[in-house]
């Protein structure tokens, strides 16, 4: 069974600081690997995605992930925190064998992220 | 390009009634999928849709249940409902099976009363 665990149910930076949120998976199979925004009230926005193509993933709004099949993790960072970063984010992982994904997003329980002035 | 749809946005019902939930996918996408989240539960997959067919069921009750129409947009129904029902309830949809990734709508807030 696959699972995500994310490391920091919150993380609060200054502003201009590096946004570093973790997230660990456990897959039987190479998985798909995503990373969600969710604002307040809204719904999930895609900020980037890995499908075993290069392991550096660069995404919207400056943000980028690493795969790491080693360690079995998949952390997303973001050089300079804005303002406009704070919403809470969501790990996703979904079983990708052979293309075929069985339709299940499993996601990790959030990370709230405040930026300060 | 239009992104997934919900409708509607808020809804409030009363403990025992129906609730019935739409969601119009991207244009193109055959796959829709539905999730659940509650307070303090998350985010927990409840059905996914493809083709017109039930591919894939969460770990929920049969009181939810849903379809796809030939358009490939889908409704929810949550039947007798339950006050732990209330939750927002967010639609998905893909290209193929999602190896592109899911395009998400804003949501229905279901709250039961």
């Known amino acids: 069974a696959q699972s995500v665990t994310q490391l920091g149910s919150h993380v609060s930076v200054s502003e201009g600081a590096l946004v570093l949120l973790r997230c660990n998976y456990s897959?039987?199979?190479?998985?798909?690997l995503f990373w969600y925004v969710q604002y307040p009230n809204q719904g999930l926005q895609l900020l980037l995605k890995?499908?075993?193509?290069?392991?550096l993933v660069k995404g919207i709004n400056g943000f980028e992930a690493e795969f790491k099949k080693s360690e079995t993790s998949f952390h997303l960072t973001k050089p300079s925190a804005h303002m406009s970063d704070a919403a809470e984010y969501f790990c996703?992982?979904?079983?990708?064998?052979?293309?075929?994904?069985?339709?299940?997003?499993?996601f990790g329980q959030g990370t709230i992220l405040t930026v300060h002035p | 390009e239009a992104g997934v749809t919900q409708s509607p946005t808020h809804l409030i019902k009363t403990r025992g009634q129906q609730a019935t939930l739409r969601c119009s996918p991207i244009?193109?996408?055959?796959?829709v999928y539905w999730y659940q989240q509650a307070l303090g539960l998350g985010l927990q997959f409840l059905l996914w849709?493809?083709?017109?067919?039930?591919?894939n069921r969460g770990n929920f009750p049969p009181r939810f249940s849903g379809r796809q129409f030939p358009n490939y947009s889908s409704e929810l129904n949550v039947n007798a409902l339950e006050l732990e029902d209330s939750a927002l309830y967010l639609c998905?949809?893909?290209?193929?099976?999602?190896?592109?990734?899911?395009?998400f709508g804003s949501g229905t807030r279901l709250t039961v009363v």
């Open positions: 890995y499908t075993s193509a290069a392991t």
């Open positions: 849709y493809d083709e017109g067919e039930e591919r």
């Open positions: 897959s039987s199979v190479p998985p798909y």
């Open positions: 996703a992982v979904s079983e990708g064998a052979g293309g075929t994904s069985y339709g299940k997003l499993t």
């Open positions: 998905a949809s893909s290209l193929g099976q999602g190896a592109h990734g899911y395009t």
């Open positions: 244009s193109g996408h055959t796959s």
